[in-house]
Structure formats: structure tokens, C-alpha cells
Nanobody, 122 residues
């Protein structure tokens, strides 16, 4: 229903910044809540942040509050994740997801991107 493609991952030193992008396509994509999840090696996929379809509501996990910012541009069918003050523990594969609600669990989302690697060195 909704196709998602992430980009913008890479290698950055601790304290640096990256901006991830998620391009969405599909008839109902503008009505979907969007979210970012991440998965570190050997760990379960973890919720990072979500944003409602109109951008009015955002929900961040505690570990990224004040450092990460989610935004969306519905005219471009794109959601962004600006990541500042990056830490080594932010390392992982970051996935974009779309669903009808901005829940913090992965089962709430029915469309997923392929993931983009973020590596933060110390």
C-alpha cells in the first residue's frame, strides 16, 4: 500500500549530525502516521520517534529527546529525521515505517523501508 525508501545513513563521529530521509509513495501515504525505528546488532528493533499524519503530534523515546527531530513534508511525501549530538549507542540500522497510528510498537505499522545504516564512532 505504501512504499518507503530510506536514505542518508553513514559513518559519523560522536557529537556529529546526520539527517535521514524517507521517501513515501502510495495513494494513502499522506494520511499515515510515520515513525523511525532502529536495530542494533543482537538487539530487538527499537522505537525511536513517530509523527502524526498532519505533523501535530510527535512522540520521542527518552534516549533521543532533545537530540533528534522528526518532521514531514507531505507535499514531497517525505519524512526526515535530524540527528544531532550523536552517540555511539545510536549506532544501528534505521527503518522508516508507516501506519494508521503513531504507536511505539512495530506491529502497529504495516509498511517498512529497507533500512539505512548509521554508525557513530567514539
Amino acid at each position: 500500500q505504501v512504499q518507503l525508501v530510506e536514505s542518508g545513513g553513514g559513518l559519523v563521529q560522536a557529537g556529529g549530525s546526520l539527517r535521514l530521509s524517507c521517501a513515501a509513495s502510495g495513494r494513502t501515504s499522506r494520511s499515515y502516521a510515520m515513525a523511525w525505528f532502529r536495530q542494533a546488532p543482537g538487539k530487538e528493533r527499537e522505537f525511536v520517534v513517530s509523527i502524526s499524519w498532519n505533523g501535530a503530534n510527535t512522540y520521542y523515546t527518552d534516549s533521543v529527546k532533545g537530540r533528534f527531530t522528526i518532521s514531514r513534508d507531505n507535499a514531497k511525501n517525505t519524512v526526515y529525521l535530524q540527528m544531532n549530538s550523536l552517540k555511539p549507542e545510536d549506532t544501528g540500522v534505521y527503518y522508516c515505517a508507516a501506519g494508521s497510528r503513531g504507536m511505539s510498537y512495530s506491529a502497529a505499522y504495516d509498511s517498512w523501508g529497507q533500512g539505512t545504516q548509521v554508525t557513530v564512532s567514539s
